[in-house]
Nanobody, 125 residues
Framework: QVQLVESGGGLVQAGGSLRLSCAAS????????MGWFRQAPGKEREFVTT????????YYADSVKGRFTMSRDNAENTVYLQMNSLKPEDTAVYYC??????????????????WGQGTQVTVSS
């Protein structure tokens, strides 16, 4: 069983930055995508970004394009989410996710098999 462990959340003022990390417990496991989702209170979980494990291509939700950057460190088996120019509406629990095989989409939570426990990001105005 693969475990994903997020870290790096916290409280930041609007306009500030945070970097989230997600480490996988197994160095080698079948994965096609690793992504980040977020869920604000009373809202559904929404797609933020994902990275294709085969070619490193990244995809972003329109709401975070130009502000968030996803990257990976193969040697450390870790992915990162650099969040800049944070806004109060970015406040949510952020979840790391991994997909073991491609299901035809990258922005749906149902396309991912493994999930982390989540890390809270709070942006104050």
């Amino acid at each position: 069983q693969v475990q994903l462990v997020e870290s790096g959340g916290g409280l930041v003022q609007a306009g500030g930055s945070l970097r989230l990390s997600c480490a996988a417990s197994k160095r080698t496991f079948s994965r096609t995508l690793m992504g980040w989702f977020r869920q604000a209170p009373g809202k559904e979980r929404e797609f933020v970004t994902t990275i294709s494990w085969s070619d490193g291509g990244t995809y972003y939700a329109d709401s975070v394009k130009g502000r968030f950057t996803m990257s990976r460190d193969n040697a450390e088996n870790t992915v990162y989410l650099q969040m800049n120019s944070l806004k109060p509406e970015d406040t949510a629990v952020y979840y790391c996710a991994a997909s073991s095989y491609y299901r035809g989409s990258y922005d749906r939570a149902a396309a991912y098999d493994y999930w982390g426990q989540g890390t809270q990001v709070t942006v104050s105005s």
